[in-house]
């Protein structure tokens, strides 16, 4: 904000929970910058009451008719995790993406309402040392090269969980009874995952108490008998359940339902933050690993081998780019255009067995099938492929292979 005098901000968009931080930050924006205050609350089907927000928005002095809370559950899934999805996007190997998908989404309805109203900023409560503050900011900039943007975690000095909650009673700010001791870690829910950071999984040799856990059973208390589903998909995208057609978030939830039975989509990493440093995190992301399996099962029948070799190439680019918050840029939409593009043959079904924390593909199926059994089968083939033709094939590949050998004899 060195370029801008706080006396120059009239009025804030603040991405805001009803938790004890963004409450202090709305209070905070209000002392701090003399500010009116418009709060945005987003309902990424984190599972929350989302009333509370706004009563105790209202509580702190902010108008109605400024007191934004949205349902962006389908929006979320439809144009940013399926769209993730088709790419098989998984950073450094493991990581579904939850926190980082849902972060551009939050930014865009930011700006949305930051031009609905007039607003001159937008804050977020992102702390100084992780990689939401670079997701929110750079979105933010991508769609409105102009917005101020305020991060309050990098301006004040309430630099710990007693400084926060004294801050808070000091200015009247309800602090609940759970938030007064020292939280064992934090998180971050939305329909795709749940993520838990920071306290108890600090140390990355100690395995994650169960207690963490919210999102699905203990695979070892998962049900003693396999549960069957399947999947059906129309150009990359998941279509039904069971036979029975769903939208994105509704597909979704039923997933994160099985998935939770069954104790699947638990991943325990330590990760390369954007920022700089190694973090440990546990993820939960029940219905996405579900979904994720399916998804590679269909390709696997309707995708060309060159086409699915690239885009297993270009995978590890885009879900780095996700991750590290550059949703709007035009590599990641180029990226986007070449993998929609994949897909466009990517239909039919896929048979699923759930049990004790895995999901397997046992069965697919689809009009678009590359896969030619007269081809591959160990009977008789009546011609379909001539074996002779694997000699001449083997030679012109193995020519360079003997010249180079040939070379040191």
Known sequence: MSDLKRSDIKRVVLAYSGGLDTSVILKWLQVTYGCEVVTFTADLGQGEELAPARAKAELMGVKPEHIYIDDLREEFVRDFVFPMMRANARYEGDYLLGTSIARPLISKRLIEIARETGADAVAHGATGKGNDQVRFELSAYALEPGIKVIAPWREWDLTSRTALIAWAEEHQIPVPKDKRGESPFSTDANLLHTSSEGKVLEDPWQETPDY??????????????????????????????????????????????????????????????????????????????????????????????????????????????????????????????????????????????????????????????????????????????????AAGFIKLNALRLRLLAQRGQ
Do not use: C
């Open 212 to 389: 963490v856990y919210s999102r699905t059973v203990n695979p070892e208390d998962a049900p003693d008998v396999p549960e069957y589903i399947t999947i059906d998909f129309a150009r990359g995208d998941g279509t039904a359940l069971n036979g029975e057609a769903m939208s994105p978030a509704t597909l979704l939830a039923a997933l994160n339902d099985l998935g939770r039975k069954h104790g699947i989509g638990r991943l325990d990493l330590v990760e390369n933050r954007f920022v700089g440093m190694k973090s440990r995190g546990m993820y939960e992301t029940p219905g996405g690993e579900i979904y994720a399996r399916a998804h590679r099962g269909i390709e696997s029948i309707t995708l060309d081998r060159g086409a699915a070799h690239l885009k297993d190439e270009l995978m590890p680019k885009y879900a780095e780019l996700i991750y590290n918050g550059f949703w709007f840029s035009p590599e990641r939409e180029m990226l986007q255009a070449a993998i929609d593009h994949s897909q466009a043959r990517v239909n039919g079904t896929v048979r699923l067995k759930l049990y004790k924390g895995n999901a397997s593909v046992v069965g697919r199926k689809s009009a678009d099938s590359l896969y030619s059994e007269r081809h591959v089968t160990f009977e008789d083939d009546a011609g379909a492929y001539d074996q002779k033709d």
